[in-house]
Nanobody, 128 residues
Framework: QVQLVESGGGLVQPGGSLRLSCAAS????????MGWFRQAPGKERDFVAA????????YYTDSVKGRFTVSGDNAKNTVYLQMNSLKPEDTAVYYC?????????????????????WGQGTQVTVSS
């Protein structure tokens, strides 16, 4: 069984920063990409950022470009999300996910349906 465990969430003031971490444990597996999604109250879970291990490319939703940075360690199935200049609209539960498929495209890497393993989520609240 594979488990993804997120950490680093919390309460921060607008303009502040947080760094989320996600580490895999349990059965050994090889992922092709890892990503972050978020779900605000009453809304659907949306793509935030992802990293492709094969290309090293990173992908972001438009609203976080220039503020968030995704990075990680392929060998350890670990992914990070550095979040700067946080805004109240960034408030959500943040989930990390890992994908096994080797055929992810620029479009499909943004789809939650392509990810095989999910963490339990960590709350990020941006408020003064």
């Amino acid at each position: 069984q594979v488990q993804l465990v997120e950490s680093g969430g919390g309460l921060v003031q607008p303009g502040g920063s947080l760094r989320l971490s996600c580490a895999a444990s349990g059965r050994t597996f090889s992922s092709s990409a890892m990503g972050w999604f978020r779900q605000a109250p009453g809304k659907e879970r949306d793509f935030v950022a992802a990293i492709s291990w094969s290309s090293g490319n990173t992908y972001y939703t438009d609203s976080v470009k220039g503020r968030f940075t995704v990075s990680g360690d392929n060998a350890k199935n670990t992914v990070y999300l550095q979040m700067n200049s946080l805004k109240p609209e960034d408030t959500a539960v943040y989930y990390c996910a890992a994908a096994i498929s080797r055929g992810l495209t620029i479009r499909t890497i943004r789809s939650g349906y392509e990810y095989d393993y999910w963490g339990q989520g960590t709350q990020v609240t941006v408020s003064s």
